[in-house]
């Protein structure tokens, strides 16, 4: 019973110590942390690229050689370069690119100073995919609409290049693109002209619709305006051809003594105080000045 | 001597047996202390917004993240990673607030980019972000960071190159931040980086200082033309009522005629009809009274002159020329 426990506590010793020596790559036991790959070398012979967990080995030194590896995805901004787009425009473009060490052996025989000459080279070629893929597009493609797809392009094209290094592209990536310094200033005095057009445009528009608003209102004024007119002038034809009808009728039941009854009351209105009348004495009116009897004389004058 | 010899024996087996039982004793003690010293190692506590990956032998065996006292097996058996995963990150692009002098050329061109119609305006933005899965935040991705970085500017300038200068500078400013969040969030996705973006915001979209004056001269120039409007709708609104009123006036004004001249003739009409109706009764008598009355009210006021018929010849000497009315019967 005691020995059994003392076993397994040697045993457990043991086992710590092997990983606790692991950490610093001695002994049978490679631990691969997550994030990172190895390799184990044997007489400089690249035999296992290790993946995350342990991996048991000789573990004889000398002989024996492990080599770490990023296993992650790796950022690499790649330098600044001046290209021209199929319509001759130059173009200051920026990337960067997401990539990874697929295959360690592979990489490694490829870089075997390191991941330092991976990266020259991977700017190298990314650069040369870019120019040689925005080359091929004009100015407007690349700066709205197509962008996305020249960026799957040149990535898949990056991805091609690199695979026999060993190398896994996930993403090539456009990250800033400005027109070359100096081109600025012809950028905007035609944003300037641009602009000025506008606001003219939109000045004029607005008095456009400002005028013409101005118009119908006094279309519509003047239409108010005759239509009531109309109204009105009909109104007082009714009013004269109805006072006429009704005069008529009146009066023309008894026209003769119409005539006697107007023409007296225009006798009032016509013959004022300015008025000199000259009258004989044989009229009506006077017919009784020079007596009762002169009558008759006077009727048959009227 | 035979049994001095026995007792020393049996005293030395005494004492080795003590002794035994002794170093067993301490080497058991070294033991569990040892252990509970190792096992002590195991725990660990998380304060809030901590996550703990564990690695056991290297792989990924699980990512704690509640808060407390947590218990693993210890190091090197298992290794932990105490990544703080509830901060929140900010990146800014391009400088925040106005353009000057001493703004840097790199912060400049970090913000200035094209619009689809060819156009240049800086678009100062940040990015808060922040890590919603530790493991692939610490262990997928080898700068988080510059990743971000460089993604979220290739974002923005991909959804301002499909974007006029107009929609960037004003009407689709929410429609840019949404789809750079959104186009961002995807691509830090493909790279499995653990990183959850949680607001894109845009500082002050500006156009660069040489074309700002033309630019607010087009919003000037839409103020102008809607004052313009407005004061053509001013107008109309002032005209058109006026307009009404005359309109109203003028048919008022023809309906009073119409039922004044219609009111007057039946009037008169009515009065005649009563004088007629007299007038059939006693015709002779009636036209001598109205002869006489309309006379009498006539005659007083003018100037009269009662010449026989026979004197004709005297109106030369009357003065008739003296006023413009005459008259003659």
């Known amino acids: ?302 | 001597m035979a049994g001095d010899a026995e007792n020393v024996a049996a005293e030395e087996q005494v004492q080795r047996s003590v002794a035994r039982t002794l170093k067993n004793g301490l080497l058991f003690l070294i033991v569990v202390v040892l252990l509970s010293a190792w096992a002590y190692l195991g725990f660990y506590t998380l304060q809030p917004g901590q996550a703990a990956i564990l690695l056991r032998l290297g792989r990924h065996a699980g990512t704690v993240s509640e808060e407390g006292l947590h218990f693993s097996w210890p190091p090197p058996i298992v290794a932990r990673e105490i990544v703080n995963v509830s901060e929140v990150r900010s990146e800014d692009f391009g400088f925040r607030g106005r353009e000057s002098e001493d703004t840097a050329r790199d912060e400049l061109l970090e913000a200035t980019m094209q619009t689809s119609d060819n156009n240049i305006v800086r678009v100062p933005f940040s990015v808060q972000y922040a890590i919603k899965n530790a493991f692939a935040a610490r262990f997928r991705v080898a700068e988080p960071n510059a990743v971000v970085r460089d993604a979220a500017q290739a974002a923005m300038r991909e959804a301002v190159g499909r974007m006029t200068v107009d929609g960037v500078l004003r009407e689709r400013r929410e429609a840019l931040v949404s789809e750079v969040r959104l186009l961002l969030q995807d691509v830090l996705d493909s790279y499995d980086s653990g990183i959850e973006i949680q607001a894109v915001q845009l500082g002050d979209v500006q156009v660069p200082a040489p074309v700002r004056a033309a630019f607010d001269d087009v919003v000037a120039a839409t103020q102008d033309a809607s004052r313009l409007m407005n004061e053509a709708e001013g107008y109309r609104n002032e005209i058109l009522p006026s307009a009404r009123a005359d309109a109203t006036e003028r048919r008022e004004a023809a309906l009073g005629y119409r039922d004044a001249k219609i009111a007057r003739a039946t009037g008169e009409a009515m009065r005649f009809a009563a004088i007629a109706a007299e007038h059939r009764k006693a015709p002779e008598v009636t036209e001598k009274r109205l002869y006489l009355e309309t006379m009498e009210a006539v005659l007083p006021s003018i100037d009269k002159v009662i010449i026989e018929p026979g004197a004709a010849n005297l109106l030369p000497f009357l003065p008739l020329g003296r006023e413009r009315g005459s008259a003659e019967r």
């Open chain 1, 1 to 302: 019973m005691r020995r059994l426990l003392l076993l397994l506590l040697l045993l457990g010793g043991v086992g710590v110590a092997l990983v606790a020596a692991a950490q610093w790559e001695v002994g049978p036991l490679v631990i691969t942390r997550e994030g990172e790959q190895k390799i184990i070398f044997r007489f400089n012979e690249a035999r296992v690229a290790t993946r995350p967990g342990w991996t048991l080995r000789l573990g004889l030194p000398v002989i024996e050689r492990v080599e770490r590896y990023d296993a992650r995805w790796l950022y690499l901004n790649t330098e600044t370069q001046s290209i021209q787009t199929k319509d001759g425009e130059q173009l200051q473009i920026d990337n960067y690119v997401i990539w990874r060490i697929e295959d360690p052996k592979q990489f490694r025989t490829r870089f075997p100073s390191g991941p330092r000459d991976a990266g020259e080279r991977i700017d190298r070629i990314v650069r040369d995919d870019v120019r040689e893929v925005v080359g091929r597009h004009t100015l407007g493609e690349v700066l709205e609409g197509r962008r996305k797809e020249i960026m799957a392009e040149i990535t898949e094209r990056t991805r091609g290049m690199l695979s026999e290094f060993g190398i896994d592209v996930a993403d090539v990536r456009i990250n800033r693109t400005e027109l070359p310094a100096g081109t600025e200033d012809s950028v905007y005095a035609r944003m300037k002209t641009e602009r000025e057009r506008l606001a003219k445009k939109n000045r004029a528009e607005g008095e456009e619709r400002a005028r013409r608003i101005r118009a119908e209102a006094d279309r519509e004024a003047r239409v108010i305006v005759a239509n009531a007119d109309r109204d009105a002038e009909i109104a007082r034809g009714e009013g004269d051809a109805q006072s006429a009808q009704i005069y008529a009728e009146a009066y023309g039941s008894a026209p003769e003594f119409y005539s006697l009854s107007r023409t007296l009351e225009a006798y009032r209105k016509a013959i004022s105080q300015n008025t000199t009348l000259v009258l004989s004495p044989d009229t009506e009116f006077f017919r009784y000045l020079r007596g009762v009897e002169g009558d008759a004389k006077a009727k048959s004058r009227k």
